[in-house]
């Protein structure tokens, strides 16, 4: 990382990454998986994702070619090739990634092409984070959004947890009195509790005007989460509460889910991101696009999601060369907070042969069977 990204939950500081690379007719594919070094409360760690990756997930995948006749299956399918929990979304996104890189590369079409999004002229608004510095400061947090500002972007998301969270926002709501500004918790507080935990405190926020608070709450207590909502002027989102579609669904239905963040690999990739769209736009609910601080590939697979007419905020499209020394991928250029979609073939620019020599620790390859 290009510099300590704090949370409530911990602290990024660095970011490895798996890319997948699938090989077949003499065309190739490449996707990103999003899994974080520690992982998440909710989402497993990296190393996992390795060694399922490396074993049995390409194993039925090539079960899954065989069963065709040696045809690889359609991206939209991979989702039903593996389990249903957190593991199995991150590596099914990863190989539908992959599968839809290679597809769209034949048929010589890009992602936001495919997806039939809305894309002008104007291109697709970008959102960034702000994380909580070392030694709480709050002067720190209002110089990082000042800087954003003054780069475009007109909706950030500040990063919060009990001791440090109505002092930063305020300071920055007077800074920035138009700027649509986020509150992210990542779960730190507790419904009940006493002390600086107290959910209750959170309602300290609402004169600010916020778009949302995010995930105030841990991640499986929905029904706290809509009580939570009844109580708060400021409208309550969903992070890692939506795992699945079959989440969202119940969110929704029990009233703790006003603003939904949803991050195509946690949910299983693009195909279960539409759906979840979809479903969004049905409900009423606003919706943007969360990130897991991929690389150039994923970032812009996940701003082509946003063009979809249920995405009705600015998601967590920031330029990765903004956290990372390095990307490996090509990225757009953010200007005025937007980026242009690239619209050749594929998903996006793949990684920089040279940066992969350079930074890469290790590489597998897994010869397709018979």
Known sequence: MRHPVGTAAGTHLERPVIYVEVRADGGAGWGECAALADGTAVDPPLE???????????????????????RLPPSPQVRSLFNADPAGRLAAAAIEMALLDLELRAAGRSLAEHLGGVVDGAGVPVGAVVGIPPGHRVGDVVAAVDGLFEAGYRRVRVKIEPGFDVAPLSAVRRAHPELALQADANG????????????????????????????????????????????????????ESLG???????????????????????????????????????????????????????????????????????????????????????????????????????????????????????????????
């Open 48 to 70: 996992r994702l390795w060694q399922d990756l490396t074993g049995k997930v390409v194993g039925r995948v090539a079960a899954a070619a065989a069963a065709r006749g040696g």
């Open 244 to 370: 699945s579609h079959r989440s969202l669904v119940d969110a929704i239905r029990y009233g703790a889910c006003e603003v939904a963040c949803l991050k195509p690999a946690r949910l299983g990739g693009v195909a279960a991101a539409r759906q979840a769209q979809a479903l969004c736009q049905a409900s009423g609910v606003p919706a943007f696009v969360g990130g897991f601080f991929e690389t150039g590939l994923a970032r812009v697979a996940n701003a082509a999601v946003a063009t979809l007419p249920g995405f009705t905020m600015a998601g967590d499209l920031g330029a990765p060369a903004g956290y990372l020394e390095v990307d490996p991928c090509p990225y757009p250029v953010v200007r005025a907070g937007r980026l242009h979609l690239p619209t050749a073939p594929g998903v996006g620019g793949w990684p920089d042969p040279a940066v992969l020599a350079r930074f890469g620790l290790a590489t597998v390859w897994i010869p397709a069977q018979g």
């Open 188 to 239: 730190a507080y507790r419904w009940g509790a006493s002390g600086l935990e107290d959910a209750r405190r959170l309602a300290g926020l609402d004169p600010l005007g916020l778009s949302c608070l995010e995930q105030p709450l841990p991640a499986p207590d929905l029904p706290s989460h809509a009580e939570l909502a009844a109580v708060l002027e400021t409208p309550v989102c969903l992070d």
